[in-house]
């Protein structure tokens, strides 16, 4: 079992930029594949990046490709989504999960836990 929290989202302007966390319980976090995705209001939950259990796999959604980064500290547990060059389409709620399988998948059905999350609010 794995608890997943998510922290580091707030109310920013464009063009700013924030880093979310995700700390992870467990001692075999290190084995996980994890990712983050979002979720608009009266939008699906949608994929935003992910990252291997060793990070030396890492993929991103083409709409945040170039702005943000997707990486892990196993030893801190925590993974870490760094966004600049916000933009007003960017808001939404940030979830993290993690994948048993420990790749770096894209697929929200692949996930086996998921963090409550955070709120991300840009404006313009």
């Known amino acids: 079992q794995v608890q997943l929290v998510e922290s580091g989202g707030g109310l920013v302007q464009a063009g700013d930029s924030l880093r979310l966390s995700c700390a992870a319980s467990?001692?075999?976090?290190?084995?996980?594949?994890m990712g983050w995705f979002r979720q608009a209001p009266g939008k699906e939950r949608e994929f935003v990046a992910a990252?291997?259990?060793?990070?030396?796999?890492?993929y991103y959604a083409d709409s945040v490709k170039g702005r943000f980064t997707i990486s892990r500290d196993n030893a801190k547990n925590t993974v870490y989504l760094q966004m600049n060059g916000l933009k007003v389409e960017d808001t939404a709620v940030y979830y993290c999960?993690?994948?048993?399988?420990?790749?770096?998948?894209?697929?929200?059905?692949?996930?086996?836990?998921w963090g409550q999350g955070t709120q991300v609010t840009v404006s313009s």
């Open positions: 467990g001692r075999t976090f290190s084995r996980y594949g």
């Open positions: 990252i291997s259990w060793s990070g030396g796999i890492t």
């Open positions: 999960a993690a994948d048993r399988e420990a790749s770096a998948s894209r697929y929200y059905r692949d996930y086996d836990y």
